[in-house]
Every structure is written in structure tokens, then in C-alpha cells.
């Protein structure tokens, strides 16, 4: 090891080769005059000043190297727990000077490092950890709506990547709209039967039937449709061009993006769920299981999803990466008066809750620890009015008319605010309710308030910026999946806001 160069000393070397160079210049015989000595004496001197600064920059450098070094070997008799101590210090010292950097030094104390430590801990498990159920509960009252008719012929669902919203509708449009102040609408395109075959130049490519679903990315630069044509259309968030068709070969009725990476899932008719990578404009793989046609899904941050399958009246939970999932059947007690027939809407609230609407009216809410409800509101948006007697038959003559019972409002959309307490429900009674979760062991919830909306609320969204929640809801004279269902009203987007 001594004689290894790598781990020789520097210094000593320059040291040789100044003693070398001074020995060589001895045994040199001087062979010029004495007028010729002076300048040759006079560049040696320089020659000996650039040496002596060059040793000073080494000397600098190995005195950096020296402290690394000493750094190192202060903590080099440490074992594994001495070090996570030391970490785990240096770590709650960032905390404190953040911390510093809000607030006064006197309002600085041990519980606002504990509530920052909890945040951290309940955000990278993925638990809810931002517990806003109480600061709307005390501001519903106050909550006002501000509605914004879109001239469209039945919308069918909103996304948000801020400060943009997306809408499409019935009649194959999807608009951009600036949401930061004013709501404005910034750009559209609209499809059509001229566009039922594909042109080999994407940017003429478009949807001939009615779009259902749409998400915009979460780095903002795609915007993704799917519609009942079977096309899952990419397109540029800026200027709205197609820049891929990818075609499903079955109706697309809901699809959503893996927050903060391009990993989509889209929901099908044909009984499958299909993962997409919209980066690579290909499709990943297909998942199995459910068995009528899945009309609504979600997920967060992790590689898993939540799907409702309709009339089989399970949401399954996939484990994409494992290839494994988890089923949870629904279809409420035998002994209830109105019993669950579908599971039409679904939201997830954490990593490990998610929230289900039926269309028996019942609100859900789920954990992966339990493969019943842990909690069930029913009837959350009441019944509806008791039919006439020209509603209920056609035929007057019949003598006398049985009029059937009134049946409860289908829950038509859901939508949970990731990692929050809260999450809200929407129908076509004309109310959008909102609820909060139970915050000691998140295993029931309660209403705490509604705000009045007139028609068939068809997606729920809501986005935070700054200190406040910005929600939207969209609505429409029909359901997104049919016709069977109208209501009077506008097709419009509802807005509402609230501090935090």
C-alpha cells in the first residue's frame, strides 16, 4: 500500500521533482557571459514564483480534501443506529428552520415539528392527512355557486390540470377553458360523421360519436378522450391537435391518469380495463374480472386503480404491478327496502379508502382492510316525487291504476378530494351534498351540507390552489350514458370555493 501511487502524498512529489530540476540545473555547465546571466537569473525567478503559487493552490486543495476527510472519520466508529439518529436530527433541524422561515421564533414549538413530521409520514404511506372537514362545515352556509352555460348539447365530463379546465359533450366537442380568474373559454374542436374513417395525417383525425370521458396530464402537456366510437384520442393540451388515435374497439366510459406520470386507465363496455402509456402513444396491457360493463374508475399515486362494474355490483381494486386484485361485492342487506342493483360511480379517497355511488341511492365508503362497507348512507339524495296517475300508465280506461312507489335518486357522479377528509356526491334531485370523513378511524362519514343545482350533476372535480379549494361541477339535462334520464335545467358548469 505504500508504494501504491494512488495513495501517495502530492506534495512530496512536487517536492522530488523541484529537488530533481535543481540538481539537473547544477550539473548544466553555464557556457554564456555575465550579460547573458542576468535575464536567464531574472526567468527563474518567475519560474520559481509560478512553482510556489501552484504549491499554494495544491496546498488549498489538500486542505479541502483534509476536512472531507476529517468530516468522514468523525462519524466512521458509528453504527447503523447512530447514524439514523444523527439523520433523523439533522433532518428535524431542516424542519425547524422551515418552520422558522412562517412563523415567529416564540410561535415555534415541539407540536408544529410533530404535525409536519405526521403530514410527511401520512403522505408518503398514503393515508389522509389534510383534514379540511371542519373549515368547510363552518363555511357551507356562506357557499355560493356561480354558473356557466356552455352551449353544448349534454355534457358528459370535465378535467382539470390548473389553470385550464376540459369539457366534452354529447355532440363530440371538447373545450379548453381558462379557469386562474374569470372562467373563459379558450379554445375548441368539435367532431363528426365525417370523420368515422381514419386519415394517415393525425392531426385530421377527430371522434364521430359521442365523447364520454376526458383527463388532461398531469405535466399539462396531453389532454385524453375516449368515446363511444371506441377511440382513445391523444391530443396537445396548447393547441388542441389530434397527435394520436388509439383505438380500443369498444366504447371508453370513464379513463384517468396515475397522478404525476402518463400512465393512463381507461374503463371499457367490453368488460375489460386497459392501461396505456400515453408518452410512448401505446398501450400496455389489458386486465380481466369484471363481468357487465365497467362504467367508472379511479386512482392516486400509486400503481393501482378502483373500478365499478355496473350491474355485477363489485368494485375491484387492482394491483397492476402484482398482477393481482382485490374484489369487494356490493349489493347492500337482503332486508333493505330499496336493494343496491349497480355500482355507477366511484372515487378514491387515500391510498387504501375509496367512496362508491349506487343507484339505489347509497353512498359507500370502502377500505381494503374490509371487503363489506365500513359506512353506508342511504338514500343520500332522498326519493323521488310520487308519479301521476298519466306518468304512471298510458291507459286511462283500465278502471282502476296502481301507482308504484316512489324510487330513490340514482347517485349519478362521486368525487373524493385525494388525501383529504372530504368528498361530495351529486345526482338529479337538485343538490350537490358534500361529506365529511370521521377523522378517528376514518370508518363512517356524515353530511354536512348541499348546495342547490339544477339538473343531472354528470362529473365532480376540485383542485387546490393556494389557501383555497376550487370546485366544479358539471351538468346536464341527461345521463352521460343515455337518454332515458331528463331533467329540466342547463347544461353548465358549476363553480364554488372555499378557504382552507
Not at 539537473?24 to 527563474?44: G, H
Not at 373549515?135 to 354558473?147: D, N
Not at 355534457?155 to 389553470?163: E, G, M, Q, V, W
Not at 388532461?216 to 397527435?243: H, N, P, Q
Request: hydrophobic share 30%; with cysteine; aromatic share 8%.
Amino acid at each position: 500500500m505504500a508504494g501504491d501511487p494512488f495513495l501517495s502524498d502530492p506534495s512530496k512529489k512536487r517536492k522530488r521533482r523541484q529537488d530533481n530540476r535543481s540538481s539537473t540545473t547544477k550539473n548544466i555547465p553555464n557556457r554564456s557571459n555575465r550579460d547573458q546571466r542576468k535575464p536567464r537569473e531574472s526567468r527563474d525567478e518567475e519560474i520559481e514564483d509560478e512553482e510556489i503559487s501552484s504549491e499554494t493552490e495544491d496546498e488549498n486543495i489538500m486542505s479541502d480534501d483534509n476536512n472531507e476527510m476529517e468530516s468522514d472519520e468523525e462519524f466512521e466508529g458509528e453504527n447503523a443506529a447512530d447514524k439514523r439518529r444523527r439523520l433523523a436530527k439533522q433532518y428535524l433541524e431542516n424542519l425547524r428552520t422551515e418552520e422558522l422561515d412562517e412563523f415567529d421564533a416564540k410561535d415555534l414549538d415541539n407540536d408544529n415539528i410533530g404535525r409536519r413530521l405526521q403530514k410527511d409520514v401520512a403522505e408518503s404511506k398514503g393515508h389522509i392527512y389534510k383534514l379540511y372537514g371542519d373549515k368547510l362545515s363552518a363555511q357551507i352556509e356562506e357557499l355560493k355557486t356561480k354558473v356557466t352555460r356552455i352551449g353544448c348539447k349534454n355534457l358528459t365530463c370535465l378535467s382539470i390540470k390548473y389553470p385550464y379546465l376540459y369539457t366534452v359533450s354529447k355532440d363530440m366537442e371538447l373545450i379548453k377553458w381558462d379557469i386562474s380568474d374569470k372562467i373563459q373559454r379558450v379554445k375548441h374542436t368539435k367532431g363528426g360523421a365525417k370523420y368515422f374513417n381514419l386519415n394517415n395525417n393525425p392531426q385530421k383525425n377527430h371522434h364521430y360519436d359521442t365523447i364520454l370521458c376526458v383527463a388532461a396530464s398531469g405535466d399539462g402537456k396531453y389532454v385524453v378522450t375516449g368515446g363511444k366510437d371506441g377511440r382513445l384520442i391523444i391530443w396537445s393540451s396548447e393547441s388542441l391537435t389530434c397527435l394520436k388515435v388509439l383505438e380500443a374497439r369498444s366504447p371508453i366510459n370513464s379513463i384517468t391518469f396515475r397522478r404525476n406520470t402518463d400512465q393512463l386507465y381507461a374503463a371499457c363496455e367490453d368488460l375489460k380495463v386497459r392501461t396505456y402509456s400515453i408518452n410512448q402513444f401505446s398501450q400496455l396491457e389489458i386486465l380481466y374480472g369484471h363481468q357487465d360493463n365497467i362504467v367508472d374508475i379511479s386512482a392516486l399515486s400509486r400503481e393501482t386503480c378502483v373500478s365499478v362494474g355496473s350491474r355485477d355490483k363489485t368494485a375491484l381494486f387492482w394491483k397492476i404491478a402484482d398482477e393481482s386484485r382485490l374484489t369487494f361485492r356490493g349489493g347492500d342487506k337482503k332486508d333493505t327496502k330499496y336493494g343496491e342493483g349497480s355500482l355507477d360511480c366511484v372515487s378514491m379517497v387515500d391510498e387504501s379508502h375509496f367512496v362508491t355511488g349506487s343507484d339505489n341511492g347509497n353512498v359507500s365508503l370502502w377500505s381494503l382492510a374490509k371487503k363489506k362497507p365500513l359506512y353506508i348512507d342511504r338514500l343520500a339524495h332522498g326519493l323521488e316525487p310520487t308519479l301521476t296517475v298519466t306518468e304512471a300508465s298510458g291507459d286511462l280506461k283500465s278502471g282502476e291504476i296502481e301507482i308504484p312507489e316512489p324510487q330513490p335518486f340514482w347517485v349519478t357522479s362521486i368525487y373524493a378530494i385525494p388525501f383529504t377528509d372530504i368528498f361530495v356526491s351529486g345526482s338529479y334531485n337538485g343538490e350537490l351534498n358534500f361529506y365529511k370523513i370521521d377523522n378517528e378511524g376514518f370508518r363512517s362519514f356524515k353530511k354536512i351540507g348541499s348546495l342547490p343545482v339544477n339538473g343531472v350533476i354528470v362529473s365532480i372535480e376540485c383542485v387546490e390552489v393556494d389557501k383555497t379549494i376550487k370546485g366544479f361541477a358539471l351538468v346536464s339535462k341527461e345521463h352521460k350514458l343515455g337518454r332515458w334520464l331528463k331533467v329540466g335545467g342547463r347544461n353548465s358548469l358549476i363553480s364554488f370555493a372555499f378557504d382552507i
